[in-house]
């Protein structure tokens, strides 16, 4: 059993930065692929960015590259979620999720991740 909890959410204004950390439990951290997900009210999860178990593979959503970075401390057991120059469109939960099947892998899908933390809240005002 995996849990995984974020934390760094807020209220911000456009321009400013915000860094999500996800907390997660379990001896193995250091062999699962991450990721981060958000959802809009009303919309689909989607894809923002995953890392491979080393940290050495990053993924990111096209229309993110640039403004956020995807990053794991093995040590602390935690990934983090650096989002820069934020849009009132970034409004949204965001979602840490761990993929137990193989670390070498960074997948994009919901349906590959196993486990998922409860979401931390990102609102950006214009």
């Known amino acids: 059993q995996v849990q995984l909890v974020e934390s760094g959410g807020g209220l911000v204004q456009a321009g400013d930065s915000l860094r999500l950390t996800c907390a997660a439990s379990g001896r193995t951290f250091r062999a699962y692929a991450m990721g981060w997900f958000r959802q809009a009210p009303g919309k689909e999860r989607e894809f923002v960015a995953a890392?491979?178990?080393?940290?050495?593979?990053?993924y990111y959503a096209d229309s993110l590259k640039g403004r956020f970075t995807i990053s794991r401390d093995n040590a602390k057991n935690t990934v983090y979620l650096q989002m820069n120059s934020l849009k009132p469109e970034d409004t949204a939960v965001y979602y840490c999720?761990?993929?137990?099947?193989?670390?070498?892998?960074?997948?994009?899908?919901?349906?590959?991740?196993?486990?998922w933390g409860q979401g931390t809240q990102v609102t950006v005002s214009s």
């Open positions: 999720a761990a993929d137990v099947s193989g670390g070498a892998r960074a997948r994009v899908t919901t349906g590959d991740y196993d486990y």
């Open positions: 890392t491979t178990w080393t940290g050495g593979n990053l």
